[in-house]
């Protein structure tokens, strides 16, 4: 047990404290460091590049979370249903995308975008005219809403699955014997069944999609003029503290990001966990 | 299980066929690797993705991986095996004994440690990284080994894991009785518990191990010499070489590479399929 606590405040306890202290101060140029008070927040909250990117992963969580979720719980139904042929290999299948780095699903879809490598030239040669182009303005936050998407689908599927597991035989067997058809097997016990691991998984995805940086940062370097240095907050303030030396509003902006996925996350939870009692 | 066949209705084909959609979309990315590993630079920029095309040149590409630069990428290799290996391993084994201690031995102040490891959960690496490196680099340790290991020594998500694994897996009554007896708590633990607990131990490490083996944003920033990069961040530099203006194009090395990436942890999880899966029911239990 000690060891743990050990490390983990020197980890995480100390780095988030002192992330804390620097968000207090000012970097300049000029006059160094000095002490700003709460300055760094006030232009946080009206910084319209840390709202672009903010208004970006909340529109990626919208929409992309949904539909992830969404295959995933179908996935997890299925493969629970018993109806299909050869069940453990969909289930692994499935899964295999999360074993992949992430350095390396961008790379393979990165290279499946471009139109020379990939198979987006030859797709929309098949269909005679340019169908989708994941490199323009338009498609690419999409085209990452995709990788990501893909990662993750069947990681998702896994914990829905598993809380599908846990309900009792004879209950399906007592439903059966009242007339309940597949349907309503589904509605009334499976879907309550995975309530609690669909609220860990979104919340898993809250924190995900409002931390979005390796996939559009390691695209940049393949289309670097399509993504921007504020594309997501974390690029934002990654480049603020690595290549712009503004550290202490490096961390302001990362401790404003935590603070705004905090409360979504808890407002989840508790929308999540009321009809509970 | 008899009596629990009407429960076990016809295989459905149109639902196979569904779910196949889901599995093509899954493995294509991965297929459209293992077709361009075999292909030439030139072939890469030129043929249809999904299908082979010109000569042969798997080992070719394989030699050139191994051989670019002084056989850089061997050296990636190695680096992330230590990583892996002492960074996921440490994190194994804290986070195995801290979960079973917390499930198995009540002391004061054991809820509030539960709800702070449980908030750390949801403080983003990313959020962590930028003050960890500006301390790290206070005392030296940036561009260091050390900077990728110590911090992956902490997995909160694994000591929920283990905590919830060991409170199903291990019932209190049989280490009861193992004191009745006259076991010392080291041996019970190292005789009865840990036995019980493996394949909970499995899956913490197998997390562990793709957390580590994957990581990529930590290395970004704490790293500026190639020699200690892991494999991420190595492929990440061989993109920008191949993709910079007026750079060599070495997008069969970029590719190869990540298929050496994948390879051992897809492995790895194939062959501890049993023990992960288990392990992860019982994690479902309680969540």
């Known amino acids: 047990m000690t060891p743990f606590l050990v490390v983990f405040a020197l980890f995480i306890v100390t780095p988030l404290v002192y992330s804390m202290y620097l968000s207090l101060f000012r970097n300049q140029l000029m006059g160094g460091t000095t002490f700003a008070g709460f300055d760094n927040y006030v232009t946080a909250f009206t910084d319209p590049k840390l709202w672009d990117g903010a208004g970006r992963v909340g529109l990626f969580f919208l929409v992309q979370v949904p539909i992830m979720l969404g295959l995933s719980l179908i996935a997890a139904l299925a493969i629970d249903s018993g109806r299909l042929h050869g069940k453990s290999f969909f289930r692994v299948a499935l899964f295999l995308p999360y074993a992949v780095p992430g350095v390396v699903a961008v790379l393979m879809w990165g290279f499946m975008y471009d139109d020379r490598l990939g198979l987006t030239g030859s797709l929309n040669d098949l269909v005679g005219f340019p169908l989708v182009d994941p490199y323009t303005k338009q498609w690419i936050l999409t085209a990452i809403g995709n990788i990501v998407t893909w990662e993750f689908v069947g990681y998702n599927m896994l914990i829905l699955y598993s809380a599908l597991k846990t309900v009792p035989v004879e209950i399906y067997e007592a439903a059966s014997i009242d007339g309940a058809n597949q349907f309503r097997i589904v509605r009334s016990i499976k879907l309550p069944a995975v309530r609690g691991a669909l609220l860990i998984a979104t919340i898993f995805s809250i924190l995900g999609s409002f931390q979005l940086f390796n996939e559009p940062n390691i695209l940049k370097q393949i289309q670097p003029a399509l993504i921007s240095t504020y594309y997501t907050p974390n690029i934002y303030a990654y480049n603020l503290s690595f290549t712009g030396n503004q550290v202490s509003y490096a961390a302001t902006v990362a401790i404003v990001m935590g603070l705004v996925t905090a409360v979504i996350a808890y407002v989840v939870q508790l929308r999540g966990t009321r009809r509970d009692v | ?287």
């Open chain 2, 1 to 287: 299980m008899a009596g629990y066949s009407y429960l076990r209705p016809r295989k459905s084909v149109t639902l196979t066929v569904l779910l196949g959609a889901l599995i093509v979309y899954s493995v294509l990315p991965l297929a459209w690797m293992l077709f361009s590993i075999t292909k030439t630079q030139p072939e890469l920029l030129s043929s249809f993705g999904l299908w082979f095309s010109g000569p042969f040149a798997l080992f070719d590409n394989l030699q050139q991986v191994v051989t670019h630069d002084d056989g850089i990428f061997v050296r990636w290799f190695a680096n992330t095996l230590v990583y892996v290996v002492v960074g996921a391993g440490g994190a194994t084994l804290l986070a195995t004994a801290a979960g079973y201690g917390l499930a198995k031995y009540r002391f004061r102040g054991r809820n509030a440690v539960f709800a702070t490891i449980l908030g750390a959960i949801a403080v983003p690496g990313t959020a962590l990284a930028v003050p960890t490196f500006l301390l790290f680099s206070q005392v030296g340790l940036t561009n260091t080994m050390w900077a990728i290991i110590l911090p992956s020594l902490v997995s909160p998500f694994g000591l929920y894991l283990m905590w919830v694994f060991a409170a199903e897996a291990v019932p209190s009554e049989i280490l009861e009785a193992a004191r009745v007896d006259g076991a010392g708590e080291w041996r019970t633990f190292f005789t009865i518990s840990l036995r019980l607990l493996a394949p909970g131990i499995v899956t913490v490490a197998l997390f562990a191990i793709v957390a580590t083996w994957n990581n990529y944003f930590l290395p970004l920033i704490m790293l500026n010499d190639p020699n200690l990069y892991p494999l991420t961040l190595g492929l990440y530099q061989w993109l920008a070489d191949a993709s910079g203006i007026g750079a060599q194009p070495v997008f069969n090395l970029v590719i190869t590479g990540s298929f050496l990436t994948v390879v051992p942890i897809v492995i790895a999880f194939l062959l501890l399929q049993r023990y992960w899966q288990s392990g992860l029911s019982a994690g479902g239990v309680k969540a």
